[in-house]
């Protein structure tokens, strides 16, 4: 009796000690600071040195919407501006404002970047404790299961005997029954946790992804924002007699364009060395028969994945796999790099695609792994082949649909099967109807952050300077 009323007691404490573990929590004053000043400065990440993480979560979220709301009212901005007269100090003035909203989406990154790796921080941190409570249950399940096989030995008479009064006995029989009652119980919990670990393993994943994602949508974005303070000073520098006379000579060479671009294309062995834009766009237009997808809208694509010096398709990797093993490889000058290629999930397909094509797939190049690390652990790989850096495992998808239209054996390094494999990804993405979500799918696959989305509006601005130049090929009747 007394035993059971100090069980009661203690069950009574560990109830009041759950209720209050779980009702109250520590309350995050979040002081109040001047956006314009702290935000725009990059101040905010000095303050959050001084803050605790909760504090600092905060502080990322107040300037996070404060920049969104930026970017939004400067984009609106820049659609009247460019609805304005063509005189230098619009273009000037335009041109401010492109900068400004590329600072805010710059900012924007950076504390994107920051909020996610907190978020994967908790996320890892979740998976811990999951992993210490999937031992826990181990361990109750062994103890409950050693209790019951002592129990299980002991004989039909020996219990009786062993046993003082009728009561024991029954006390032991239902001592058993509560064994297996409990086991069962753990085992149900242990099978629970062990379904959450995967759950949260799948979403550490895609957090991390969206990390490696966010780095380099940064890099576009200060690549552009360089590009745009140049053309700032370049415009500065002019007269507006010098500007109205530009704009008028660029005129006639976008007129004269087609005299000096390539109109055919013949490809020239199975590795293409990029080609330039009279050629891709006879490509981009057969794409487009094919597919329906914006012919202009597949070049901008193919820009972003591997223009270079001039031409599309001008770079399609700078690492080969050399230990198919580990995925591990080189850079073209023979450095070593690591994780070129997911080993398991890739290599073996890339091994068959290369193979099938003649090609060695050591001396094959693919791009390499931008390094990317969460609590100095790594993630991520490279391997994204030809100029629509697809990875092995979807040209695997897309191999046979390509082979039915080009009649031959697909290879990503042919230009051609790039554009044709690329505008079959694009439709699948939904391009015929909204080619923004389109371009994050093929950057980002089916979810995306907000903070990625330069990436979309990069290829979709891309894709409007390219149909300017291909009306212009189709009104000089190429």
């Known amino acids: 009796m007394q035993l059971k009323s100090f069980l009661n007691v203690l069950n009574k404490n560990l109830v009041l000690g759950l209720l209050i573990t779980g009702i109250i ?63 230098l100090q619009t273009q000037i003035a335009s041109i401010n404002k492109k900068i400004s909203n590329l600072n805010y989406q710059i900012s924007q990154s950076q504390l994107s970047i920051k909020s996610l790796g907190f978020q994967i921080g908790d996320t ?33 008479i020996e219990i009786i005997v062993t046993s003082d009064s009728l009561s024991d006995f029954f006390d032991d029989l239902l001592y058993l029954e509560t064994l297996d009652a409990k086991n069962n119980e753990v085992l149900a919990n242990y099978m629970d946790l062990q379904g959450s670990l995967e759950s949260k393993k799948t979403n550490l994943e895609q957090e991390t992804t969206e990390l490696k994602n966010l780095v380099i949508v940064q890099g576009l974005q200060k690549t552009e924002s360089t590009k745009t303070k140049q053309d700032k000073e370049y415009y500065l520098g002019l007269t507006e007699a010098q500007y109205q006379a530009q704009l008028k000579e660029k005129e006639e060479i976008e007129k004269k364009a087609a005299e000096i671009s390539k109109r055919l294309f013949e490809l020239v062995g199975e590795k293409s060395e990029g080609i330039e834009f009279g050629e891709a766009v006879k490509l981009a237009q057969y794409a487009e028969s094919v597919t329906g997808v ?46 070129v290629m997911n080993p398991t999930r890739d290599v073996p397909l890339f091994k068959t695609i290369t193979q099938n094509l003649g090609f060695d797939p050591s001396t094959t190049a693919v791009s390499c792994w931008m390094p990317m690390y969460s609590k100095g652990v790594p ?52 391009a015929t109807t909204n ?18 989305e330069f990436y979309g509006r990069s290829v979709v601005a891309t894709a409007k300077g390219y149909q300017t130049d291909i009306d212009l090929l189709k009104q000089a009747g190429q």
Not at 308 to 330: E, L, P, R
Not at 379 to 402: D, E, L, R, V
Request: net charge neutral; glycine share 8%; hydrophobic share 35%.
């Open 435 to 452: 080619e923004f979500n389109a371009a994050m799918r093929y950057f980002a696959g089916s979810s995306w952050s907000k903070s990625e």
């Open 294 to 339: 914006r012919a202009a809208f597949i070049l901008a694509i193919i820009h972003q994945e591997s223009y270079n010096n001039g031409k599309f398709g001008g770079n399609v990797g700078q690492c080969y796999v050399t230990n198919f093993t580990t995925g591990s490889g080189t850079d073209l000058k023979g450095n070593p790099k690591t994780r």
């Open 124 to 156: 890892e941190q979740s998976i811990s404790k999951t992993i210490s409570d999937i031992d826990l249950q181990k361990q109750k399940m062994a103890e409950i299961l050693r209790a019951a096989q002592t129990e299980d030995k002991k004989s039909f």
């Open 379 to 430: 993630y991520g790989w490279g391997g994204a082949m030809g100029p629509a850096q697809f990875i092995p495992s979807t040209w695997n998808i897309y191999a046979s649909k390509i082979q039915s239209i080009t009649k031959r054996t697909p290879n990503p390094w042919s230009i051609q099967d790039a554009f044709i494999g690329a505008a079959l990804l694009l439709k699948d993405n939904g």
């Open 25 to 87: 929590f520590p309350v995050i004053s979040v002081q109040a600071y001047n956006l314009d000043v702290i935000c725009d400065s990059g101040d905010w990440q000095t303050e959050c040195d001084k803050l605790s993480e909760e504090e600092c979560k905060a502080l990322c979220n107040q300037c996070l919407t404060y920049f969104n709301e930026k970017s939004a009212k400067v984009q609106e901005e820049l659609s009247e501006t460019g609805a304005a007269k063509k005189t």
